[in-house]
């Protein structure tokens, strides 16, 4: 089994093959592209520190929230504050641009190979950056989509209207860039109105987000669509010269993506399989002599690319 196989650890390594993964790009028949949260983070979409002190210090003030991930598990004393609180957490984080550009540089670095793109990040960067939808495959959901929150149908609903209304109620304002703001002199409510609360039109129950929190996950229709795109994409290159090409991705979830690259570039002698991560960078010792491991901030990688 290869997973029984020894994970090497190349954190401690200094380890910064740029030459190698450039190379390989440039060889390769396709590339597979497996994106992780880390990916985003170097693209300046943090969950704490300046971010969250930005538009959630009232939330920190009242409630000792210290980042946005935690806050999105609080049980907060209504509905009302819930949708607040997620309103300016979508906005953010599916509506607004990165702080830097590296979506934009990944795409183009690929654009003229032949890729496809696994994401377990829920921020619809890729697309947002110009990135084919259709080769897109967004496994873990999306910002930007509502479902039921009892999943009595299978189907989603874009909320850009509905969390900008939100975000609006509570007093923040946009600005050229598509950020939001709060007036001077105005403070930022903690609530959204009862009628602005979205609810499911099927049964009435509350809506919530589209992301794989639990059993009550919707796969629509475009879900299942992009699962089968991927598969295909696998298939017609299943021999070929394959990059499978992992950026930020860690030990969260690594049954989606870091496992199942390891597996196909063990079956596929053609292939070369690349971590960048820095300070999460592992490999299957199997795999080894066919692996490019970088141990480096993304956005330095990015740019030497």
Request: proline share 3%; aromatic share 16%; net charge negative.
């Amino acid at each position: 089994m290869l997973l029984k196989k020894k994970i090497i650890n190349i954190n401690n390594s200094d380890v910064n093959n740029i030459d190698g993964l450039r190379f390989a790009i440039n060889n390769a028949d396709a590339v597979v592209i497996g994106a992780g949260a880390g990916l985003s983070a170097s693209a300046g979409f943090t969950y704490s520190g300046e971010r969250f002190d930005k538009y959630f210090s009232d939330f920190a003030v009242k409630y000792g929230i210290k980042d946005m991930y935690s806050g999105g598990f609080y049980p907060f004393e209504s509905i009302n504050e819930y949708w607040a609180y997620w309103s300016r957490y979508i906005y953010i984080n599916r509506y607004m641009n990165t702080p830097k550009p590296l979506y934009e540089q990944l795409l183009e670095v690929v654009k003229d190979k032949d890729y496809f793109v696994i994401i377990t990040n829920v921020d619809h960067c890729f697309q947002k950056a110009g990135f084919d939808k259709s080769r897109l495959y967004y496994t873990q959901g999306d910002y930007g989509l509502f479902q039921c929150s009892e999943s009595c149908h299978n189907k989603t609903y874009d909320n850009e209207e509905a969390v900008n209304r939100m975000v609006e109620s509570q007093g923040f304002r946009k600005n050229e860039e598509g950020g939001i703001y709060l007036p001077e002199g105005v403070d930022a409510k903690m609530f959204v109105p009862d009628e602005l609360i979205p609810r499911c039109a099927e049964c009435g129950k509350p809506m919530s987000m589209n992301l794989r929190a639990d059993d009550t996950f919707v796969q629509d229709d475009g879900w299942y669509k992009a699962a089968e795109r991927y598969e295909l994409f696998l298939n017609r290159y299943k021999n070929a010269k394959v990059l499978f090409w992992e950026l930020g991705v860690g030990f969260n979830t690594p049954g989606i993506i870091k496992y199942p690259f390891w597996q196909m570039t063990a079956k596929n002698m053609n292939s070369v399989y690349s971590c960048v991560n820095k300070g999460e960078t592992y490999v299957s010792g199997k795999i080894m002599e066919r692996s490019i491991c970088v141990n480096a901030d993304i956005e330095e990688v990015l740019k030497q690319l």
